[in-house]
């Protein structure tokens, strides 16, 4: 865990490296880290939106390798790449979800896989389905499991699919577009692991608030008012 931490909170130092030494088939491990980290349940712990922050640096020609040969990227491609590969893991996530997903609920209730969750997934997908899908591309782990759950939860993939390219686009394109632009300042040049941490932070904003808006609305419905009925 700890190569692990390392390796993302100095992305910008390995993956000039990387550039330099791989050529153009860092374009492939690009596409092959990010197809992971959302087409694979068992890698959330990939890189992803620093992943496409540091690639911004790098079609800015802001990274370099340790020798100090530049490491630059072709954003066109760069972004082309980074655009199909979540597409791609989504796509077969989704489906590992909805072949094996209900067959763990298919058995005995157990502690874990209970048919009541299957039931309350495709509620929930049902409902709130396509917010889910866009939202769930800036939490790290969770865009790891909900194309999973929206497959097993019955969402119809036409919908998922639409809803998963819209995130793909706006996830893709803001991150590396925030690396390309941003990366050249030499506060954040100089402080890349902080502001790694900084981009994790604010990709948790949006599940905080939709947390708190749901609790709030959660306390309302259980309050005696919500029913017609007067305080005592």
């Known amino acids: 865990m700890g190569q692990i931490l390392d390796f993302v909170l100095h992305l910008d130092r390995h ?6 030494s791989m050529g153009p088939w860092i374009y492939v491990l690009l596409f092959a880290i990010i ?6 349940v068992f890698m ?3 890189p992803g939106d620093t992943l496409l922050f540091a690639a911004g640096m790098a079609a800015a020609g802001v990274l370099k390798d340790k020798t100090g040969a530049p490491a630059t990227l072709n954003l066109p491609l760069l972004l082309l790449v980074l655009t199909l590969a979540p597409l791609a893991g989504d796509t077969v996530n989704y489906h590992l979800g909805r072949r094996f997903g209900p067959r763990l609920f298919s058995g005995e209730d157990s502690r874990f896989f209970k048919r009541e969750n299957l039931v309350k ?9 396509p917010k889910a899908v866009i939202f769930a591309r800036w939490i790290p782990v ?3 499991i ?11 993939y036409p919908k998922f699919f639409r809803f998963s390219f819209i995130g793909a686009v706006l996830w893709v394109w803001i991150c590396t577009f925030a690396g390309y632009l941003l990366g050249s300042i030499p506060v954040v040049k ?4 902080y502001a790694m941490i900084g981009l994790i932070f604010v990709s948790l904003v949006p599940v905080g608030y939709e947390f708190w808006k749901e609790r709030k609305a959660a306390e309302h419905e259980a309050s005696p008012d919500a029913h017609g009925n007067s305080a005592p």
């Open 35 to 40: 197809f992971a980290e959302t087409g694979l």
């Open 142 to 144: 969770v865009r790891t």
């Open 121 to 129: 997934t495709q509620r929930f997908f049902a409902k709130h389905g």
């Open 15 to 20: 993956l000039g490296e990387l550039i330099v």
């Open 190 to 193: 100089n402080n890349f692991h």
């Open 44 to 46: 959330p712990f990939l």
């Open 146 to 156: 909900a194309p999973f759950v929206a497959g097993m939860g019955a969402m119809e």
